[in-house]
């Protein structure tokens, strides 16, 4: 394989007014605005729609455990669902996914469990899965810096002629990162088998996205690195879905990178502590829930026959299922041993890490001989 | 706590005393620069609306105008390189980086043109700028929110380096950042902004490069900066009722280090020992250990303790208990010495 | 002023043909090659003229200055002459220009002396001239990290309503940096007045453009930042003034940034240490040569009989006053006083550095009593 | 120079010695980690047909295709970035920093990522990576291009951070980072790339986590690594003829910092100094002093000496010589202690 790319693709513009493959009522569009995307199939958009329902369930209940001090921090993808779970859906297992901190149902997608994806913001240990396992990082935390290793994972996949495609998701604030512009451009020099996720909900923390960006899109964004952009309405999980899996079967086929935005709404506060009332009207929250992702697709599957009573029940306990072993999970607060803070931080053994480690042991040692000593003497 | 000190005329007539949060604090000595100093401008990562995530930025923007205070793209290289460009213009930017850890993309312009550009012009060009960097842990933070980055930016020659432990430091410290015509790395110990003391404003307390006895004692000098001179104080009470004399200097400046303050407590005490929350190794405690032996060395009657994190990356909100020097450890740290010395 | 720009710029795609308006046979240019650009008076293209044939004089006598050993090192900017000239003559003296190593050129047409723009390539000290009075930066050596300088003074600038224009001065390499992006984007988001001039000389060092983006062209970044972007012939002084000319002037009237992307060529090595043999083939460097901007506008010149023997001779003696002001300035080795090291660190003294200037002040005192003495006992 | 050990069976037949430049050496040993395991790539800002700035890369690519070293964008955060994922899918990416000074764009990288992977994620990803990084001054280099960046890097808990001083140890160390499963910051002092000795490859020295004492003495124990190891043995040799009998540590790592071997030559001696190029101000000799006068207090008979360079950035080319610690200065700075201990 010869790595050194100079064909370029013909250079377009992202259209202006989003990609939907549904608008609001949940009716199926057809012609430009469609983008040449086709409606995905009723039993795919029925799997969607599980997921969303579910992932929803799982957020508002992290939410309230989270309100309950169960949880040190929780961001809520709320009104995001169709980003996170339409785009995640189209990867496969053997793909890798790097997530941020938002992106916490994506990893339900990936058969990761509520333990595990909590276990960073319940404050157990920073990461809290098998990262090799589940083939999916753990969740970034400065900005945009996921965005290079999903790159060079894809680059070296591709230099060992291994077919996998790796995601990488990123939020509108992300973008303005000089991380993320040396990931799309690694991505498009490299031709990587990359797909990075922008999603644009309108907000970093409290920052609107005209103090972001002067572009028309971020999908706009593409254009400068020689790669394909999409500016995606990020509320239709059909057309997410639709412009993802065309994106990773084009960096699996070997045509590179393509950059996905978006266009979404938070529709809870950035994590907990944030208070939103500080930068955006309680109107705006409104509008956006009126654009529900989840009732738009449900809209149409109820339009299409294929919500069955049966399947709403099936879906909605599906949820309860999953709420209760959340629950469960963040109930239980596991037994963490603090010498365990020395064992991982190198593979090759440190004199002084052991020197630490044992003065840290006989502290320990040292508080429970006097716990016990403080009981003895009541 | 500093002493403060009598106000010079030309400041704006003291305020009843109030009790303020060092949050507080922080946010009256940024008004206050800005009503008199019209050069002065803040902006950085949500420090308009919102006020920054610490609230330091409280209201700023709605008494001064979007065109002193505003929300800049989220690029913290951006955010420091565009500030040079302002200090080059003859502003006072004073820029929030949102956490320690999230400084580290605006590293190279700190260290190469931050820290180079009054040197490189022979003293032409000036950066009157104050980098803001709610700093150190304790707070439950998840990964990277509890970072401790001083030593790195006082090992940069070119900055100067502060963190103030309470209230009117904060104020004060602040407010002579800002007035300062060198670039300041101003480190405000997060877990430290809702402490509380009431303060007449606008309090001013010693030179920002000094360092500053905060508790008097005769057996032992607890060098502490930040967060870690209340772990100092708290091991001095206890360390009284054994019997042992604890002075206190709160370090104040990190960059100048103020070897006369230090040194004549130590030359007093014969024997100190300094507590940071950051990792030992190639900490900043490393600095003050060294130049107090080499500056000290027959004064005293035993090594320089270093009482501080461990050699790990900071760890998660349930585990950094076990990490960070509390008074407990650093009076064992004291007894062990003394022993060493029997 | 409200800072707070929300409109939107029409979103062009740049040309993927560079605008010019002369040809390499030096004819003028008429229709879509000239992206509707004028050329400059006759009398403006002869001012340019003369500032080009001085530059590459200069340029000359520098390299050759440097193969003696009279400077650690040059990077020489032959062939890029119209790049360097054209821009830079389009800002006045009362704006801002954020130059980079590879600028000394540009540097001449703003008034700075050989002396000075020579200092720190001599190795005397890191920048040699005042700033403030010429309104040029020091040469940046840490990639892409001046434009944000010239960002925020620009802005600084904006918010005192002082109606100054700042320019920066990029290589292709460079745009691969995450502040050229953060710069681009703050410009943009701010609205600032500023130029990029990003000169594409086809290599950074060793590596060349197809390695450094897969762009079609680096004026496609603007795309993203939503800013005018163009593609120039970056050996078209003609055309470099024009743009440019255009650019300063939407700056200026508030209308923010512009991204100028000049196509152009390193005739030299990088700097004198560096081995162009092992990177690109001498025929390259030839057909290079073949299209030297200042044989190009020459010919223009000539044709428009503007190019008389008198004014010939003038500009050559102008270039061999400045060759032999720079061979001058080169030759007197200034005393450098190493005390002088500490002196400008702190504008607020520190007593740890009076301490060290001492320790050097009695060490160079004993030194030169020790040579003091080796010489009496001779 | 470190004592070349017996290579073990599994290496290659040794080569007949050969006269070898540590650029020379550091080349080899990539060309051969190249041979033997296929997952090592290279790659950077013109590591490719140009062969690096230095050179040391020359010829890789032409020997092992662009699929295995290649010449990168121009981003370093972009260059660490990438290796993080390559490391993450099990490749051992090698990538170059052109100078220290242009390692900082990628400070985030090194430090929130490289560092924290292991730890993160439970010693489930560690990062077998190298970040080569020509290191500190005395090439008449133009501004940030003699930068020393050690401190920043040992201050970090999770990089190991060596230096080697010589080609066989450029050799044997390079050979053992890009083996080790721990990402390592290799620091490649520029001065010494062209510094030459007999070679039989593939030479392998001392383990890279220890410090080797490089010269016995009894008097004094010099502390050195990377170029200034040659500034030590310079004034060591110059001191015999004073009757002052001086022992050479070279560390070779500093991260980990070989406690036994330099606590025992300092327990030898009494007394130390340890030099280095880069400030003194919070620069990584202080860790040196702190820790050896804490683990060796009661024998110490002097304060341990920096001897290092200013706590100024580093001077152009022209005044290097002024800022740069000499054989002589070290000498000096040995008399005026002896002359204190009086
Ligand atoms: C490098 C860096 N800078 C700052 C932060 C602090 N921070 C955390 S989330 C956030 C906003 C991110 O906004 P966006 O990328 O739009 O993602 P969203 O939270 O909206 O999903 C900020 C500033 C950080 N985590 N990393
Ligand atoms: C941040 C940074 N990384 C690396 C370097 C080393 N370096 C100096 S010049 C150069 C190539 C720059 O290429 P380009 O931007 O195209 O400018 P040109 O030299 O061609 O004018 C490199 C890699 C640097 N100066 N700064
Ligand atoms: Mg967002
Ligand atoms: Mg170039």
Known sequence: ?378 | MSTPVTEPATDAAASAPQPLTMAGALNAALRDAMAEDDRVVVYGEDVGPLGGVFRVTDGLQAAFGEDRVWDSPLAESGIVGTAVGMAMYGLRPVVEMQFDAFSYPAFEQIVSHVAKMRNRTKGRVSLPMVIRIPCAGAIGGVEHHSDSSEAYWAATPGLTVVMPSNPADAYSMLREAIDSDDPVVFMEPKSRYWSKAELALPVRTAPMNRAEVVREGTDVTLIGYGPTVRTALDAAAAAESEGLSIEVVDLRSLSPFDDETVGASLRKTSRAAVIHEAAQFGGYGAEVAARLTERNFFHLAAPILRITGYDIPYPSPKLEEHYLPTPDRVLEALASWEWDLA
Chains 1, 3 share one sequence.
Request: glycine share 6%; hydrophobic share 40%; net charge negative.
């Open chain 1, 1 to 378: 394989m010869s790595l050194n790319v100079e064909h370029h693709e013909p250079r377009v513009l992202p259209s202006e007014k989003p990609i939907r493959l549904l608008d609001n009522a949940g009716h199926a569009l057809r012609g430009r605005e469609t983008g040449g995307f086709e409606l995905p199939p009723v039993e795919r958009l029925l799997d969607l729609y599980r997921r969303m329902v579910v992932a929803r369930r799982f957020d508002v209940q992290v939410t309230a455990l989270t309100k309950q001090g169960r949880l040190a921090t929780y961001p809520s993808a709320y009104g995001q669902e169709a980003c996170e779970i339409g785009v995640v859906s189209a990867i496969t297992a053997d793909d890798w996914l790097f997530p941020t901190y938002r992106d916490s149902i994506a990893l339900l997608t990936r058969g990761l469990e509520p333990g595990e994806i909590l276990q960073s913001f319940r404050g157990d240990w920073h990461n809290g899965w098998d990262q090799h396992e589940h083939r999916t990082a753990a969740m970034a935390t400065p900005l945009a810096t996921q965005a290079l290793h999903a790159v060079g994972l894809a680059h070296a996949a591709r230099l060992r002629s291994d077919p996998i495609v790796t995601l990488a998701y990123l939020g509108d604030g992300a973008t303005s990162e000089g991380d993320a512009h040396e990931a799309f451009n690694f991505a498009a020099v490299w031709q990587t088998p990359t797909v990075f996720l922008v999603q644009n909900n309108q907000f970093a923390i409290s920052t609107p996205i005209a103090r972001q960006t002067h572009a028309t899109t971020l999908a706009d964004k593409a254009v400068g690195y020689g790669m394909p952009g999409y500016h995606v309405d990020g509320n239709d999980v059909a057309a997410m879905f639709a412009v993802a899996t065309a994106a990773v079967d084009r960096a699996r086929s070997g045509g590179g990178p393509t950059l996905i935005e978006g266009l979404t709404y938070r529709i809870e506060s950035h994590t907990n502590s944030d208070d939103p009332t500080r930068y955006r009207a309680a109107r705006d929250v409104e509008h956006w829930k009126r654009r529900d992702p989840i009732e738009r697709l449900e809209k149409y599957l109820v339009s299409e026959g294929a919500l069955t009573d049966d399947v709403r029940t099936a879906i909605a306990e599906a949820g309860e299922a999953l709420a209760a072993r959340t629950r469960d999970a963040m109930s239980v607060s596991p037994e963490l041993d603090p010498l365990e803070l020395f064992d991982h931080v190198y593979a090759t053994p440190r004199t002084a890490l052991a020197e630490q480690r044992a003065a840290l042991e006989a502290e320990l040692a040292a508080h429970s001989e006097h716990a016990r000593e403080e009981v003895a003497a009541r």
